[in-house]
Nanobody
Framework: VQLQASGGGAVKAGDSLTLSCTVS????????IGWSRQAPGKEREGILC????????FYKDAVEGRFTISRDNAKNMVSLRMNNLKPEDTAVYYC??????????????????????WGQGTQVTVSS
Protein backbone atom coordinates (compact mmCIF):
# COMPACT_ATOMS: atom_id res chain seq x y z
CA VAL A 1 0.00 0.00 0.00
CA GLN A 2 1.29 3.44 -0.90
CA LEU A 3 -0.07 6.91 -0.31
CA GLN A 4 1.65 9.68 -2.22
CA ALA A 5 1.01 13.24 -1.10
CA SER A 6 1.87 15.96 -3.57
CA GLY A 7 1.10 19.55 -4.46
CA GLY A 8 2.91 21.36 -1.69
CA GLY A 9 4.96 24.46 -2.28
CA ALA A 10 5.87 27.95 -1.16
CA VAL A 11 3.10 30.53 -1.45
CA LYS A 12 2.11 33.89 -0.01
CA ALA A 13 -0.60 34.57 2.51
CA GLY A 14 -3.98 34.62 0.82
CA ASP A 15 -2.96 32.20 -1.93
CA SER A 16 -4.47 28.80 -2.56
CA LEU A 17 -3.02 25.33 -2.99
CA THR A 18 -4.47 21.94 -3.77
CA LEU A 19 -2.80 18.91 -2.27
CA SER A 20 -3.37 15.48 -3.73
CA CYS A 21 -3.14 12.08 -2.10
CA THR A 22 -2.79 9.30 -4.63
CA VAL A 23 -3.42 5.83 -3.26
CA SER A 24 -2.30 2.47 -4.59
CA UNK A 25 -2.47 -1.07 -3.28
CA UNK A 26 -5.90 -0.80 -1.69
CA UNK A 27 -9.50 -0.25 -2.75
CA UNK A 28 -10.04 3.40 -1.94
CA UNK A 29 -13.84 2.93 -1.88
CA UNK A 30 -13.58 1.25 1.51
CA UNK A 31 -11.27 3.70 3.24
CA UNK A 32 -11.51 7.11 4.76
CA ILE A 33 -8.65 9.46 3.96
CA GLY A 34 -7.46 12.02 6.44
CA TRP A 35 -5.02 14.88 6.28
CA SER A 36 -2.75 15.79 9.14
CA ARG A 37 0.02 18.35 9.39
CA GLN A 38 3.08 18.93 11.46
CA ALA A 39 4.50 22.38 11.92
CA PRO A 40 8.13 22.89 12.97
CA GLY A 41 8.58 22.13 16.63
CA LYS A 42 5.00 20.98 17.06
CA GLU A 43 3.21 17.66 17.21
CA ARG A 44 1.36 16.32 14.22
CA GLU A 45 -2.31 17.28 14.26
CA GLY A 46 -5.30 16.00 12.33
CA ILE A 47 -7.09 18.65 10.31
CA LEU A 48 -9.65 17.04 8.04
CA CYS A 49 -10.96 13.65 7.00
CA UNK A 50 -13.34 12.36 4.34
CA UNK A 51 -15.16 9.12 5.03
CA UNK A 52 -15.62 6.29 2.57
CA UNK A 53 -19.12 7.62 2.05
CA UNK A 54 -17.91 11.15 1.35
CA UNK A 55 -18.71 12.87 4.65
CA UNK A 56 -16.15 15.41 5.89
CA UNK A 57 -15.01 15.90 9.45
CA PHE A 58 -12.98 18.92 10.52
CA TYR A 59 -10.63 18.66 13.47
CA LYS A 60 -9.25 22.19 13.35
CA ASP A 61 -11.59 25.14 13.61
CA ALA A 62 -8.87 27.29 12.08
CA VAL A 63 -9.22 25.61 8.68
CA GLU A 64 -12.99 25.25 8.53
CA GLY A 65 -14.33 27.52 5.83
CA ARG A 66 -10.94 27.67 4.09
CA PHE A 67 -10.08 24.01 3.45
CA THR A 68 -12.23 21.49 1.60
CA ILE A 69 -11.66 17.82 0.95
CA SER A 70 -12.94 15.71 -1.93
CA ARG A 71 -12.38 12.24 -3.27
CA ASP A 72 -12.37 10.56 -6.66
CA ASN A 73 -12.35 6.83 -6.10
CA ALA A 74 -12.06 6.12 -9.80
CA LYS A 75 -8.75 7.98 -9.82
CA ASN A 76 -7.67 6.64 -6.41
CA MET A 77 -7.19 10.21 -5.30
CA VAL A 78 -8.23 12.52 -2.51
CA SER A 79 -7.71 16.26 -2.80
CA LEU A 80 -7.31 18.93 -0.17
CA ARG A 81 -8.12 22.39 -1.43
CA MET A 82 -6.65 25.09 0.76
CA ASN A 83 -7.83 28.66 0.25
CA ASN A 84 -6.76 31.89 1.91
CA LEU A 85 -3.61 30.31 3.27
CA LYS A 86 -2.03 31.85 6.35
CA PRO A 87 1.54 31.69 7.67
CA GLU A 88 0.28 29.47 10.50
CA ASP A 89 -0.69 26.87 7.90
CA THR A 90 3.01 26.28 7.24
CA ALA A 91 3.67 22.60 7.91
CA VAL A 92 4.38 19.24 6.38
CA TYR A 93 1.06 17.78 5.29
CA TYR A 94 0.41 14.04 5.45
CA CYS A 95 -2.42 11.88 4.15
CA UNK A 96 -3.48 8.61 5.73
CA UNK A 97 -6.00 5.83 5.06
CA UNK A 98 -8.24 4.18 7.61
CA UNK A 99 -11.40 5.42 9.30
CA UNK A 100 -12.15 9.00 10.21
CA UNK A 101 -11.32 9.61 13.86
CA UNK A 102 -14.07 11.02 16.04
CA UNK A 103 -14.06 14.80 16.26
CA UNK A 104 -13.27 14.58 19.97
CA UNK A 105 -10.96 12.01 21.59
CA UNK A 106 -12.49 8.80 22.85
CA UNK A 107 -10.80 6.94 25.68
CA UNK A 108 -7.07 6.56 25.27
CA UNK A 109 -7.14 6.42 21.48
CA UNK A 110 -4.92 8.87 19.66
CA UNK A 111 -5.97 10.55 16.44
CA UNK A 112 -3.35 8.58 14.52
CA UNK A 113 -4.64 5.23 15.86
CA UNK A 114 -7.56 5.35 13.42
CA UNK A 115 -5.35 5.21 10.34
CA UNK A 116 -3.78 2.06 8.94
CA UNK A 117 -1.52 3.57 6.31
CA TRP A 118 0.39 6.82 6.04
CA GLY A 119 2.05 8.56 3.16
CA GLN A 120 5.13 10.70 3.17
CA GLY A 121 4.55 14.38 3.67
CA THR A 122 4.49 17.35 1.35
CA GLN A 123 5.79 20.71 2.55
CA VAL A 124 3.57 23.77 2.50
CA THR A 125 5.22 27.08 3.32
CA VAL A 126 3.16 30.25 3.57
CA SER A 127 4.94 33.58 3.81
CA SER A 128 3.36 36.78 5.03
Amino acid sequence: VQLQASGGGAVKAGDSLTLSCTVSGLTLDYYAIGWSRQAPGKEREGILCISAGGASTFYKDAVEGRFTISRDNAKNMVSLRMNNLKPEDTAVYYCAAGVCPPKYPVGNYQHSDYYDYWGQGTQVTVSS
